[in-house]
């Protein structure tokens, strides 16, 4: 029997960007993603009475108590829902090109949130699922999805999940410029922590979020790539705009991360539906028309190597792997 499950990474085009509760993870605001079939993370977990204490292997390595500690917190959970006391082996691997630095938490956690329950008996519900994989990280809680999914904020444990918005089931695709695969210097809990705490500009991108997220929703409706592209790049822009009023002030943005935001650019000038988002780190993510993808491919290999151009089309829901 197989009990591997796996979930897809997602990107936001409407970035949750701060915590209202950080121990619960309840968000400032709802945010909005698209699930890739490019990254995902297989995991599988193991109730066992023989074992001391938890055990967390990534791509076969013991991890250290560091890397433990998201895990342990569903974990903790899934074990008091099902009322098991055994400690837990979980075996994660995680599906990303080699040397692409963009391991998420978010298909990482999604993937335990499942597999761990699956492992415990539990048959919990999609938005149980959701509630669930955000307490380890808030992003997982869209992975539980396939297509777009928006992160409602809500006001308490009970009502902060994401939900489905549409199966993405149309011309759009992602193409990853990576820049670089070292390690971030500022974690991005750390980062929007010290955002809402310290920077002024930080209220000025709450206020600009309810009329994003209508727009996107609106935009995503009518299958208008070039109007989900021009919000999500504008909702990017002001997100990271905020780390550069915090205190001490911080950017995610390399030069390289620069210059690929120009040939972005340039290649909207050539008459490409092509926009950029990017996260918490110097990789570009560009969002374009599945149908312009190799195109646009092919006119930044003059700027960047093969190997720092990935494309992902929308991916699926959380399920478990067969076979
Ligand atoms: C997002 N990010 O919406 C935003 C945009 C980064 C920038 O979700 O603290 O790893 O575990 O809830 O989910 C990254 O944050 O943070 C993230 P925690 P998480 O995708």
């Avoid at 897809?8 to 945010?31: Q, V």
């Avoid at 380890?136 to 928006?150: K, L, P, V």
């Avoid at 599945?290 to 290999?301: A, G, M, P, V, W």
Wanted: aromatic share 8%.
């Amino acid at each position: 029997m197989s009990n591997w499950v796996r979930a897809h990474t997602n990107i936001a085009l409407i970035k949750y960007w701060g915590k209202k509760d950080e121990d619960l993870i309840i968000p400032m605001n709802n945010s909005l993603s698209l699930t890739l079939d490019a990254f995902y993370t297989d995991t599988r977990v193991t109730f066992d009475d023989a074992l001391t204490a938890d055990e967390l292997y990534l791509d076969d390595m013991l991890q250290d108590f560091t890397a433990l500690k998201k895990v342990k917190t569903v974990l903790d959970l899934v074990r008091e829902k099902a009322g098991i006391r055994s400690k837990a082996k979980v075996e994660s691997y995680n599906h990303v090109p080699t040397a692409a630095g963009l391991a998420s938490s978010a298909s990482g956690l999604a993937a335990l949130a499942g597999a761990a329950s699956l492992a415990a008996g539990l048959e919990l519900s999609s938005v149980e699922l959701s509630r669930l994989a955000r307490r380890g990280s808030g992003s997982a809680s869209r992975s539980i999805y396939g297509g777009f999914a928006e992160w409602q904020k809500g006001s308490s444990d009970e009502t902060s999940f994401a939900v489905p918005v549409d199966d993405a089931d149309w011309d759009i695709g992602m193409l990853f410029i990576v820049v670089s695969d070292k390690k971030k210097d500022v974690s991005s809990r750390e980062g929007m922590s010290r955002t809402v705490r310290t920077s002024p500009f930080y209220q000025g991108w709450l206020d600009s979020l309810d009329e994003d997220l209508n727009a996107m929703k609106q935009a995503i409706k009518k299958q208008d790539i070039d109007k989900v592209g021009v919000i999500a790049e504008q909702n990017a822009l002001k997100m990271h705009a905020t780390t550069l009023g915090a205190k001490p002030p911080f950017t995610y943005w390399s030069p390289d991360s620069l210059k690929a935001m120009d040939s972005v650019r340039a290649l909207r000038e050539q008459g490409y539906s092509v926009y950029f988002t990017m996260d918490a780190g110097p990789n570009v993510k560009l969002i374009c028309r599945q149908s312009q993808l190799e195109e646009i491919r092919t006119h930044l290999l003059s700027d960047f190597t093969g190997s720092q151009l990935i494309a992902a089309r929308p991916g699926p829901a959380l399920h478990v792997v067969t076979g």
